[in-house]
C-alpha cells in the first residue's frame, strides 16, 4: 500500500469521525428540541409530530451546516456559498423528509413495542430515523455539497 492511499484512507476515517461527531452534537441539539416540543405540548404522536420534528431537525441542519462547513470538511471559502448552502439544503430537505417519514411511520402506524411506553417509542422511533439520515447526509454532504 503506498503512502498516498494510507493518507487518504487516514483523511476519510479523520473527515467520518468529525461527522459523527458533529452528528451526535446535532442528533442532541434534535432530541432536545424534540422532547421539549412534545412534553410542551403532551403529543407523542399523529400530525404534530410531523410539525415538532421539522422544528427540531431543521434547528439542528442548521447548526450541521456551519460544523460540518467549516470543522469536518474544512471549507473555509466564502465563493459560492449560497449555492452551496442550496446544495446543503437539498440534501438535508431529502434527509428531513427521510427522517420524518420514518418518525411518523414508526410513532403513528406501529404500536411501540419491546416494552416500551409512548414516549420512549418516539425516540426509538427517531433513532432509527437518525440512523438511516446519518448515512445519506453523510454522503450527500461528501459528495455533492463539500467536493473539492
Request: charged letters at 15%.
Amino acid at each position: 500500500m503506498t503512502n498516498t492511499s494510507i493518507l487518504e484512507k487516514n483523511r476519510f476515517f479523520l473527515q467520518f469521525g468529525k461527522f459523527v461527531i458533529v452528528g451526535f452534537i446535532n442528533t442532541a441539539i434534535d432530541f432536545v428540541i424534540l422532547n421539549a416540543l412534545m412534553y410542551l405540548a403532551n403529543i407523542y404522536k399523529g400530525p404534530e409530530i410531523i410539525i415538532f420534528n421539522a422544528i427540531s431537525f431543521t434547528v439542528a441542519v442548521i447548526n450541521s451546516y456551519m460544523m460540518n462547513k467549516y470543522w469536518t470538511f474544512g471549507d473555509k471559502s466564502r465563493e459560492g456559498a449560497a449555492k452551496q448552502f442550496v446544495e446543503f439544503l437539498i440534501v438535508s430537505i431529502v434527509g428531513i423528509i427521510l427522517n420524518t417519514a420514518i418518525v411518523y411511520g414508526v410513532t403513528t402506524l406501529i404500536q411501540p413495542m419491546f416494552g416500551l411506553g409512548i414516549k420512549l417509542w418516539a425516540n426509538f422511533a427517531k433513532v432509527m430515523a437518525t440512523a438511516v439520515v446519518l448515512g445519506w447526509n453523510f454522503i450527500g454532504y461528501k459528495f455533492f455539497v463539500f467536493k473539492k
